[in-house]
């Protein structure tokens, strides 16, 4: 089965890796987590990469995360590509007819 990756954006610099996965961890099982680091600014660059290992846990993050205050914030939730949500579209929908 294939994993389904999500983009977080807008997040605060003040945030912590632990504290994104606490936040995504209750829609399903996490994969990944690699929240963009600059070692030049030696904090994040504000958005992060999520992988579920399960599609409906991605598709139920991005509707109810999009938008939410995390740490002062709105982030901003997505699927990384067109593709990808295909993907998980496909695999969703073979999860529902069996």
């Known amino acids: 089965m294939f994993a389904c990756s999500i983009y977080v954006g807008s997040i605060n610099f003040d ?5 994104v996965k606490e ?3 209750p829609f399903g099982p996490l994969r ?3 929240l ?3 070692h030049i600014a ?3 660059k504000g958005y992060a990469f999520i992988e579920y ?3 409906e846990a ?6 109810q995360m999009d938008d939410v205050i995390l740490g002062g914030r709105n982030i901003k939730v997505t699927v990384i590509f067109l593709s990808r949500i295909l993907q998980c579209c496909v695999l969703m929908s ?3 007819i069996s």
């Not at 945030?15 to 504290?19: A, G, L, M, N, V």
Request: net charge negative.
């Open 94 to 96: 073979l999860t529902y």
């Open 15 to 19: 945030i912590r890796e632990d504290t």
């Open 36 to 38: 963009a680091f600059d």
């Open 53 to 55: 290992d399960i599609p």
């Open 32 to 34: 990944s987590i690699n």
């Open 42 to 44: 030696n904090k994040h």
């Open 23 to 25: 936040a995504f961890q």
């Open 58 to 63: 991605a598709f139920l993050a991005i509707d």
